[in-house]
């Protein structure tokens, strides 16, 4: 769990990404309890990241990533929560947290995805992705 405590060349990047996630808040996202349920279960995931939804228009690809630049200054720009599991297993236990954390929708990325999207083979387990308006 992210400690406010430690300086910054000692954190993580996953700690880094947790500390971005608080600067987050916004509708329904509450980051606090996000990750407070995140770190109880630290055996369902491997990794997690929040940014922008994955591109959609593939004639401009950044565009939705870029956008976090105009409020980098004061907040992280980010509504979509990528959690890579630590297996096929745990992705209906992570799921479930969709209801808890009150997601505007959620979905998996499955192995037959996740290889070419981490450029991993064979491919790595499922990405479950929560979104919030």
């Known amino acids: 769990m992210l400690d406010p405590a430690k300086p910054v060349g000692d954190c993580s990047p996953q700690d880094l ?5 608080l600067k987050a808040a916004f509708n329904q996202f509450d980051p606090k309890q996000v990750l407070s349920d995140l770190y ?3 055996e369902w995931w491997k990794s997690f990241a929040m940014g922008p939804p994955l591109p959609e228009d593939t ?3 950044l565009d939705r990533v870029l956008i976090a630049l105009r409020d980098l200054h004061y907040r992280w720009k980010a509504d979509t929560l990528y959690v890579l599991s630590c297996d096929d297993d745990y992705v209906i236990p992570l799921l479930d947290l ?5 997601c505007s929708s959620t979905e998996v990325i499955d192995r037959t995805h996740t290889g070419s999207l981490l450029g991993r083979h064979p491919a790595p387990p499922p990405i479950v992705v929560y979104w919030w308006d």
């Open 98 to 102: 969709s209801k808890k954390w009150q």
């Open 59 to 61: 004639e401009y690809p």
């Open 17 to 21: 990404v947790a500390a971005l996630m």
């Open 40 to 42: 109880a279960h630290r």
